[in-house]
């Protein structure tokens, strides 16, 4: 191949491990935390940091209680798309929309935001710290620092969430540089926050494991008994899980 996407993955995916071990450590102990007292694990991104919040839902091999928060207008089904980019720097957009989340001191809230400066993030982020959750915000630092908050309050994600996961992305997302083009292509926050989150994740259940306590996983569907597996586990969080 011309390009060297894959093998840049392959990086920068070691230095987020190596330099954030006792980071993801302690998001996993949160999340391990959160499900021993019966809590959710609410998710949210806007535009294409949504992506995340859709692969952690109803997942094969993932946790049942992952409550996603999908806003109107802040998801990439929306037509134009280009609706996502206006409204995810509308001020109170994202605040008002999140009123009657049901969050509480029990629950953990990982928002998702590569820049980090838009109004919405930063409001769902304040609004789980309103309702006493932990807050864990997945960001690209050199990103956000290189760019001034778009919100009234003046704050980017990183500035506002209770844990802060870096997830190596660089400025403008993008990694692949072509001779004789000005513009870098094959954005990288996608593949590096999925890997994180999963990781976290994984930790996670092996707590609660080491605890004699048996994580809350869904089986995939196409798996003989997957159907029946899953049934009764969303069972348990029936009407608490948005969505489900």
Known sequence: MRTDYIPQVIRRLQEVYERQRETLQTAAEWVADTLMADGLVYVFGASHAGILTEELVYRAGGLVPISPIFIPGLTCDVRPITLTSFLERVDDYAWNAVQNVPLTDRDLLIVHSVSGRNPAPVEVALYGKQ???KVIGL??????????????TGKRLFEVVD???????????????????PQ??????????????????????ALLLEKGITPPVFMSA?????????ARLMEHYRGRVLYL
Request: glycine share 10%; with cysteine.
């Open 184 to 205: 870098a292509v094959s954005p990288v926050s996608t593949v590096l926050g999925a890997a994180l989150l999963h990781a976290i994740m994984a930790e996670a259940c």
């Open 222 to 230: 196409n798996l003989e008994g997957g159907d029946a597996h899953n």
């Open 139 to 152: 960001t690209s630092l050199a990103y956000s620092q290189s760019v001034s908050s778009r919100s009234r």
């Open 163 to 181: 844990l802060v996961i870096d997830n190596g992305a660089p400025e403008g997302d993008a990694i692949v540089n072509l001779p004789g083009f």
């Open 131 to 133: 309702k006493g959750a």
